[in-house]
C-alpha cells in the first residue's frame, strides 16, 4: 500500500496538547467530564490526552474510561473481517455525567454511533462530547460531528488515514493511503 | 485472528484449540457486558434461534435462552414432550418445518449420540435448511461442548494458563457427556487429564484417550489442581453398576475430610444438577471455595460468546 506523510510526530504532539488544553477549558466550565477512549485505537490518544492532563494540571484527577463497540456495531454480519472484542474498562457509573468521547479518527461517524448506543449500558449521561485526532469531513455517513478536533483531512473514501502512535508502531506520524481493500 | 474453523458447534471434537481459545477469550468479554446495569447488547438482532430441547434441562436451557436474550435474538422454546414428536414426527422433519420460519440457529439437545451430527449433516441437504447452524446442546451420553467449555472458562478463570495442569473427572465417565467433551477440551488446551470412578464406571479403553485412570478418590485429590465431579446418571443406568448410593458416597464421593490437610487442595467444579450426599457432600458443595455456581454464572457468557462467533462468521 502506497502511503503519504500527512502530519509527523512534532505536528501530532502538538495538536494532543492542544486539544488537552481544550478539556481543561471544558472542564472549567463543566467540571469532572469522564474521559472514554474507544476501543481499540481511540485507546492510544486517550492515554496521550490523559498524559498531557496529569501534565498541565497535576492538582486534578480524571475519570476514565475504555470503551468497547465489537457488539453494537451496525456492520455485524456484514462485513469479511471476524470481530474481535476488546476489554471494557469503565469503572465509574455515567448517570448524569458529561461524557467525553475519544477516538482517533473520525469517518463515517458509525463507530460514534455505536458508542453512543454502547454508552447507554452504563448510565444516561447529561452530555457527550466527542473528541477526535482526525476529522475526516467529506466521508461522513450519518450525523454526527466532532466537538474536539486535532486536524481535519480532505481525504476521500478510497483512501485510508493511517494514525500511528510511537508506543504500538515505533513513532509518532499520520499517513494517508489508498485504500485496496474491497 | 480467523474465524472459528466451523459453521457448527457439534462437539469438542470438531473445534481446534485455537477456536476453543477464541471462544475464551471472547466470553471474558461477554462476562464484563453481564456486569453493566444494562446486560444487554444488539448483536444477535436480525438472528432467530429455535431451542430444541427433547430431553428434560433446566441449566443449559435456562442458560441459553438468556445467552440469546442478552444478545438480543429473537428465541423460539421447544420441548420434546409436548410436541409433534408424540404424534410421530422424525426429528428432521421437526427440524424442517421450524428451518422453514426462517430460523437462523438450532439449539439442541436429544438423548440419541451423533444426534446433532445427524441434524447438521441431513440439513445441509435441504434447500430450505442448508444455512441453519447447529448447537449441540448435550447428544445423549456422546458430548456436551458448551459444557465443557465453560469448564474450562471456570478452570482458567483460577489456574491461568491450563498447559500442564492436572485436571481429574471423577465419577460416572461410562454415562457422561460431559466426560467426553471435558476430556478433549481440556486435552487441547494442553491440560493433563486423568478419571477416578469405580471399574464398572470407567469404558473401557479409555486410556486411549490419552487419560490416567484412577480408582481411589484420595489419590487424585492429592495430586490434582481440579475436580470435577460428575453427577451419577441414574436415568441412564441400566442395570447395576454399584451396590448403593451409600457404598458410592463412601467410596467415591467428595467430603470436606478429603481436602483437609492439604497444602494447595483441588479446585472443585460440578457441572450440575448435583446429587448431594452421593458423589458430592453438602459441606464441599457449599464451601466459600466451591466454583459450582461460578460454573452457572460462567455459562452465559461462555454461550454468548459461541452465539456470537458462529453468528458472526461471514
Same mark, same amino acid.
Given at each position: 500500500?502506497?502511503?503519504?506523510?500527512?502530519?509527523?510526530?512534532?505536528?501530532? $504532539?502538538?495538536?494532543?496538547?492542544?486539544?488537552?488544553?481544550?478539556? /481543561?477549558?471544558?472542564?472549567?466550565?463543566?467540571?469532572?467530564?469522564?474521559?472514554?477512549?474507544?476501543?481499540?485505537?481511540?485507546? +492510544?490518544?486517550?492515554?496521550?490526552?490523559?498524559?498531557? /492532563?496529569? $501534565?498541565?494540571?497535576?492538582?486534578?484527577?480524571?475519570?476514565?474510561?475504555?470503551?468497547?463497540?465489537? +457488539?453494537?456495531?451496525?456492520?455485524?454480519?456484514?462485513?469479511?473481517?471476524?470481530?474481535?472484542?476488546?476489554?471494557?474498562?469503565?469503572?465509574?457509573?455515567?448517570?448524569?455525567?458529561?461524557?467525553?468521547?475519544?477516538?482517533?479518527?473520525?469517518?463515517?461517524?458509525?463507530?460514534?454511533?455505536?458508542?453512543?448506543?454502547?454508552? $447507554?449500558? +452504563?448510565?444516561?449521561?447529561?452530555?457527550?462530547?466527542? /473528541?477526535?485526532?482526525?476529522?475526516?469531513?467529506?466521508?461522513?455517513?450519518?450525523?454526527?460531528?466532532?466537538?474536539?478536533?486535532?486536524?481535519?483531512?480532505?481525504?476521500?473514501?478510497? $483512501?485510508?488515514?493511517?494514525?500511528?502512535?510511537?508506543? +504500538?508502531?515505533?513513532?509518532?506520524?499520520?499517513?494517508?493511503?489508498?485504500?485496496?481493500?474491497? | 485472528?480467523?474465524?472459528?474453523?466451523?459453521?457448527?458447534?457439534?462437539?469438542?471434537?470438531?473445534?481446534?484449540?485455537?477456536?476453543?481459545?477464541?471462544?475464551?477469550?471472547?466470553?471474558?468479554?461477554?462476562?464484563?457486558?453481564?456486569?453493566?446495569?444494562?446486560?444487554?447488547?444488539?448483536?444477535?438482532?436480525?438472528?432467530?434461534?429455535?431451542?430444541?430441547?427433547? %430431553?428434560?434441562?433446566?441449566?443449559?436451557?435456562?442458560?441459553?435462552?438468556?445467552?440469546?436474550?442478552?444478545?438480543?435474538?429473537?428465541? !423460539?422454546?421447544?420441548?420434546?414432550?409436548?410436541?409433534?414428536?408424540?404424534?410421530?414426527?422424525?426429528?428432521?422433519?421437526?427440524?424442517?418445518?421450524?428451518?422453514?420460519?426462517?430460523? @437462523?440457529?438450532?439449539?439442541?439437545?436429544?438423548?440419541?449420540?451423533?444426534?446433532?451430527?445427524?441434524?447438521?449433516?441431513?440439513?445441509?441437504? *435441504?434447500?430450505?435448511?442448508?444455512?441453519?447452524?447447529?448447537?449441540?446442546?448435550?447428544?445423549?451420553?456422546?458430548?456436551?461442548?458448551?459444557?465443557? !467449555?465453560?469448564?474450562?472458562?471456570?478452570?482458567?478463570? =483460577?489456574?491461568?494458563?491450563?498447559?500442564?495442569?492436572?485436571?481429574?473427572?471423577?465419577?460416572?465417565? &461410562?454415562?457422561?457427556?460431559?466426560?467426553?467433551?471435558?476430556?478433549?477440551?481440556?486435552?487441547?488446551?494442553?491440560?493433563?487429564?486423568?478419571?477416578?470412578?469405580?471399574?464398572?464406571?470407567?469404558?473401557? =479403553?479409555?486410556?486411549?484417550?490419552?487419560?490416567?485412570?484412577?480408582?481411589?478418590?484420595?489419590?487424585?485429590?492429592?495430586? =490434582? @489442581?481440579?475436580?470435577?465431579?460428575?453427577?451419577?446418571?441414574?436415568?441412564?443406568?441400566?442395570?447395576?453398576? *454399584?451396590?448403593?448410593?451409600?457404598?458410592?458416597?463412601?467410596?467415591?464421593? !467428595?467430603?470436606?475430610?478429603?481436602?483437609?490437610?492439604? @497444602?494447595?487442595?483441588?479446585?472443585?467444579? =460440578?457441572?450440575?444438577?448435583?446429587?448431594?450426599?452421593? %458423589?458430592?457432600?453438602? %459441606?464441599?458443595? @457449599?464451601?466459600?471455595?466451591?466454583?459450582?455456581?461460578?460454573?452457572?454464572?460462567?455459562?452465559?457468557?461462555?454461550?454468548?460468546?459461541?452465539?456470537? &462467533?458462529?453468528?458472526?462468521?461471514?
Amino acid at each position: 500500500m502506497q502511503s503519504r506523510l500527512l502530519w509527523n510526530g512534532k505536528h501530532m $504532539q502538538e495538536r494532543i496538547q492542544r486539544l488537552a488544553i481544550q478539556v /481543561l477549558e471544558f472542564h472549567a466550565q463543566y467540571p469532572n467530564p469522564v474521559l472514554i477512549g474507544v476501543q481499540p485505537r481511540g485507546t +492510544f490518544l486517550a492515554h496521550r490526552i490523559q498524559e498531557a /492532563l496529569a $501534565q498541565l494540571a497535576p492538582e486534578l484527577s480524571w475519570d476514565f474510561g475504555l470503551l468497547d463497540i465489537t +457488539f453494537h456495531r451496525d456492520d455485524f454480519r456484514r462485513r469479511n473481517k471476524p470481530a474481535e472484542p476488546a476489554a471494557t474498562q469503565l469503572s465509574v457509573s455515567l448517570e448524569n455525567r458529561r461524557v467525553i468521547l475519544i477516538d482517533d479518527v473520525l469517518y463515517t461517524g458509525r463507530t460514534i454511533r455505536a458508542a453512543l448506543d454502547a454508552l $447507554q449500558s +452504563f448510565g444516561r449521561p447529561s452530555s457527550v462530547q466527542l /473528541l477526535v485526532l482526525v476529522d475526516r469531513r467529506l466521508t461522513r455517513e450519518l450525523p454526527i460531528q466532532a466537538d474536539f478536533v486535532g486536524f481535519k483531512a480532505e481525504s476521500q473514501s478510497h $483512501q485510508k488515514i493511517l494514525v500511528e502512535w510511537e508506543e +504500538f508502531h515505533g513513532q509518532d506520524q499520520i499517513l494517508v493511503a489508498n485504500d485496496n481493500t474491497p | 485472528m480467523n474465524s472459528l474453523s466451523v459453521r457448527h458447534l457439534l462437539g469438542i471434537n470438531e473445534l481446534n484449540s485455537e477456536d476453543i481459545q477464541r471462544i475464551l477469550s471472547t466470553a471474558t468479554e461477554f462476562k464484563e457486558v453481564l456486569q453493566r446495569p444494562i446486560k444487554k447488547v444488539p448483536s444477535l438482532r436480525d438472528i432467530t434461534i429455535a431451542n430444541l430441547f427433547f %430431553e428434560n434441562s433446566t441449566r443449559t436451557k435456562l442458560s441459553f435462552e438468556l445467552a440469546q436474550k442478552r444478545l438480543s435474538a429473537d428465541v !423460539l422454546n421447544f420441548s420434546g414432550s409436548q410436541s409433534s414428536l408424540a404424534k410421530g414426527e422424525t426429528l428432521v422433519d421437526t427440524a424442517n418445518n421450524i428451518l422453514a420460519m426462517k430460523v @437462523d440457529m438450532v439449539v439442541i439437545r436429544h438423548s440419541a449420540p451423533g444426534s446433532s451430527h445427524f441434524l447438521a449433516k441431513r440439513l445441509a441437504g *435441504f434447500p430450505k435448511s442448508k444455512h441453519a447452524q447447529i448447537i449441540n446442546a448435550g447428544d445423549g451420553t456422546h458430548e456436551h461442548p458448551t459444557q465443557a !467449555l465453560l469448564d474450562a472458562f471456570t478452570l482458567q478463570e =483460577h489456574l491461568g494458563n491450563l498447559a500442564e495442569k492436572r485436571i481429574a473427572i471423577v465419577g460416572d465417565i &461410562l454415562h457422561s457427556r460431559v466426560a467426553l467433551s471435558n476430556i478433549r477440551c481440556l486435552q487441547k488446551l494442553g491440560a493433563k487429564v486423568s478419571v477416578c470412578g469405580p471399574p464398572t464406571l470407567i469404558p473401557k =479403553h479409555i486410556e486411549q484417550l490419552g487419560v490416567k485412570v484412577y480408582h481411589r478418590l484420595q489419590d487424585v485429590v492429592n495430586s =490434582h @489442581d481440579a475436580l470435577n465431579m460428575l453427577r451419577i446418571q441414574k436415568e441412564r443406568q441400566e442395570g447395576s453398576y *454399584f451396590p448403593g448410593n451409600y457404598e458410592y458416597a463412601r467410596f467415591y464421593g !467428595l467430603q470436606q475430610q478429603h481436602l483437609l490437610g492439604i @497444602d494447595r487442595p483441588p479446585l472443585v467444579l =460440578h457441572p450440575g444438577p448435583m446429587n448431594r450426599g452421593v %458423589e458430592i457432600s453438602s %459441606e464441599v458443595a @457449599d464451601r466459600p471455595e466451591s466454583l459450582i455456581l461460578d460454573q452457572v454464572e460462567n455459562g452465559v457468557a461462555v454461550r454468548m460468546a459461541v452465539l456470537f &462467533l458462529l453468528a458472526s462468521r461471514p
